[in-house]
């Protein structure tokens, strides 16, 4: 396989050399350098092309920051790593853009290793050159939704308020009344009824009301045909199932706050490469259906064979182009295969995928297809194979689903 090669920037010699031992285990994978100041990194720059560059922030001369935008002349694809301290990072953020990543200094060898080789895999697959041929029959790549991207900037300022959050989507009529009808319809299960989205976001917390944005733009933007083998309106249903699920299960794992929220994203957005595969080739989807269902495949496999790429690459793809965090694209690339995610413990990735594999027996979007099933060796490598019958009644409970799926434990 092809080695990764890194460029780390330092002006202090003796972080370069705790760097250098830190890694040595990864030598057989990766191509290390080293450069003392951004000069000699531009310099190097110039002449070998590079997988990740990895830079201290505070430099005499020219500071981190400025580096890594200067770098994005030389090699725009190249990932961005900036090392610092935890109170500088939005001011970080803001400077050196999305899709790249921050991380608090001092930094653990397992955490460097592991960000780096995740956001490796992750570019890999968004620039994968099979997608291309997908790709260049899009007519056009939406853009990231403003309202959203407003929402998001807000979300994650270091003095985010729920107010404001609410304020932002008040602003546009049309979508508070289509979040306020999804937040009382039965999907929630809310007691009372939400009047204003102000309650909403009080309740519900501000990463649920931008997720449900988000969703509800794409499908706006995507506008979706139904046909005599697809509705619409269940991939909705199905995304909203998964991400409830999603994010109930990881809380049953004890999962943090922020997990159960990824989860709750993951969900909702798994499946928006089937978007954009449907909408840009409407009737050669419509034959991949009957293919997957004639070959009793899954439909993503039956995907991969017509067009070289399955709904989880091009939604990644597109979620990449749009700068949404690795955990959301990593959710999306593997929810079918979650064995290629990065941690070896329950997480975001897993929950969905066991909701995704819940609600795929029951509320069948493709009815012909074949569903998928839970990966078990994945699900064994975490020791958690005694819990299914506690997660479809997880599944009932939040989705008022009945259960009746043919659905067999994968562990007996
Ligand atoms: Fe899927
Ligand atoms: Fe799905």
């Known amino acids: 396989m092809q080695k990764t090669t ?3 920037v330092d002006d202090d010699p003796s972080c370069l050399a705790a760097i250098r031992r830190l890694l040595l285990p990864m030598r057989r994978y990766w191509d290390l350098h080293f450069a003392g100041s951004g000069r000699e990194a531009l310099q190097f720059l110039r002449h070998n ?4 560059i990895v830079t201290d922030m505070k430099m005499p001369e020219m500071d981190g920051a400025t580096l890594l935008n200067k770098t994005i002349e030389i090699q725009p694809d190249m990932v961005r790593i900036m090392l610092s301290g935890h109170s500088e990072k939005q001011r970080i953020m803001d400077a050196i853009g999305p899709m790249h990543q921050f991380l608090a200094k001092p930094c ?3 955490k460097l290793i592991s960000t780096i080789n995740r956001t490796v895999a992750l570019r890999r697959i968004v620039k994968n050159e099979k997608l291309k041929g997908v790709v260049s029959k899009l007519e056009s790549i939406p853009s990231l939704p403003e309202l959203y991207t407003e929402l998001s900037a807000e979300i994650n300022s270091p003095d985010a308020s729920l107010s404001r959050v609410a304020k932002i989507v008040a602003r546009d009529p049309g979508m508070t009344a289509k ?5 009382n319809s039965a999907y929630f299960g809310l007691p009372k009824r939400v009047q204003n989205i102000q309650q909403a976001v009080n309740l519900l917390g501000m990463e649920i009301i931008s997720a449900l944005v988000l969703n509800t733009q794409i499908f706006s933007e995507f506008k979706i045909r139904d046909s005599k083998t697809f509705s619409s309106e269940s991939l909705w249903q ?4 998964v991400a409830l699920t999603a994010k109930a299960i990881a809380g049953e794992a004890g999962c943090s706050r ?3 929220d990824q989860a709750f994203m993951g969900g909702m957005l798994h499946d928006v490469g089937k978007l954009i595969l449907q909408t840009t080739f409407r009737d050669e989807y419509d034959e991949v259906i009957l293919a997957a269902a004639e070959a009793e495949t899954s439909l993503w496999q039956a995907e991969l064979q017509y067009f070289d790429a399955s709904h989880t690459e ?4 597109l979620l990449g182009l749009w700068g949404l965090s690795d955990e959301i694209i990593e959710i999306v690339a593997y929810h079918h295969l979650p064995g290629y995610g990065y941690n070896t413990d329950f997480n975001a990735l897993t929950a969905v995928h066991i909701a995704n594999s819940l609600d795929a027996e029951v509320n069948k979007i493709y009815p012909l297809v074949r569903s998928c099933g839970l990966d078990k060796e994945y699900l064994d490598s975490l020791s958690i194979d005694s819990e299914y019958e506690r997660w479809q009644q997880i599944y009932q409970q ?6 009746s799926g043919e659905a067999k434990n994968p562990h007996r």
Not at 314 to 317: H, K, Q, R, T
């Open 314 to 317: 091009v939604g990644a793809y």
């Open 108 to 110: 653990p060898a397992e």
């Open 238 to 241: 199905h995304n909203i199932n």
């Open 179 to 183: 979040i306020l009808q999804i937040i």
């Open 258 to 260: 922020d997990v159960q």
């Open 49 to 52: 092309p590079c997988d990740v």
């Open 398 to 403: 939040v989705t008022g689903n009945e259960y």
């Open 6 to 8: 890194v460029l780390f």
